[in-house]
């Protein structure tokens, strides 16, 4: 009698004997999955998907045609050595995503939060570590060692430079050359990209009080004001919104990626 709760394998596919398969795992036609991976209950690979090396798939993660995940990472320096993708629960990865594993520059990881989306064609390279609920619309480019914050979306076609940093909530727009880092809550717009303002829509959307976006507001106004170096005006900031969450998140993030450079408004033109 066949397991109701059993993986169901669609018989062109090719599964290796070792690969981990939790309950209701569903692999349907012409999909390749190599022997270190580890799909979690309730995985659906739709058609033609391949995985390879040692990837683990979080439960109820739905991958649509033609992606690939976990197949040798796209560097040069890459000499074979034994690394990792981790993608979390309940994601969506369409049609043509391609994610690489990590490399020994990077902690040998490349992961992915729960909840994200994947539109057609995104890339998620090697050693990037990616937060939940994100999103990634079509053609989106993420070069190695990025990092993405929690509730960040990112526009069609954005293209991310290696070791750059998005903050939580941040919005990319479409099309976006991004070289330097974006700050949480911040909108990133052109090419190459500058700050915009921040993602207010985003913060309304997701609950945030009025006063609290009013205060933002002012925080990043003082921020990005002519007046003073960014040291300056950072301690500025500190001193008169210390006890507030989200301007000390902005001022942490600044803090933590030390002399790297940021997105900035361009001549104070995108101050709200």
Same mark, same amino acid.
């Given at each position: 009698m066949r397991d109701r709760d059993g993986p169901q394998i669609h018989p062109s596919a090719v599964v290796a004997h070792a690969a981990q398969l939790g309950r209701g795992v569903q692999i349907g036609p012409f999909c390749a999955v190599g022997p270190d991976v580890v799909l979690g209950a309730g995985v659906r690979l739709v058609s033609h998907v391949a995985i390879a090396g040692h990837t683990t798939v979080g439960e109820g993660t739905r991958i649509f045609p033609f992606a690939s995940l976990g197949h040798e990472p796209q560097d040069l320096k890459f000499r074979g050595e034994v690394s990792e993708l981790r993608v979390g629960r309940d994601c969506v990865i369409r049609e043509g995503v391609t994610m690489n594993p990590g490399t020994a520059s990077g902690g040998l990881l490349t992961s992915v939060g729960d909840r994200s989306v994947f539109l057609a064609q995104a890339h998620v390279a090697h050693d990037c570590r990616v937060g939940s609920d994100v999103i990634f619309s079509n053609n989106v480019m993420l070069?190695?060692?990025?990092?993405?914050?929690?509730?960040?979306?990112?526009?069609?076609?954005?293209?991310? *430079?290696?070791?750059?940093?998005?903050?939580?909530?941040?919005?990319?727009?479409?099309?976006?050359?991004?070289? *330097?880092?974006?700050i949480p809550y911040g909108i990133a717009l052109g090419n190459r990209a500058h700050l915009a303002g921040l993602n207010v829509v985003g913060l309304k959307r997701r609950g945030f009080p009025r006063e609290t976006i009013h205060d933002l507001r002012r925080a990043y106004k003082l921020l990005f004001s002519a007046a003073g170096t960014l040291r300056e005006r950072t301690e500025a900031v500190a001193a008169e919104f210390g006890s507030h969450p989200q301007a000390e998140e902005i001022l942490s993030f600044l803090r933590e990626g030390g002399e790297r450079a940021i997105c900035v408004p361009r001549d104070g033109r995108d101050l709200p």
């Open positions: 070069a190695g060692h990025c990092t993405v914050g929690d509730h960040a979306i990112l526009g069609g076609g954005a293209a991310v *430079h290696q070791f750059v940093r998005l903050g939580r909530h941040s919005f990319i727009g479409g099309l976006a050359g991004v070289e *330097h880092d974006v």
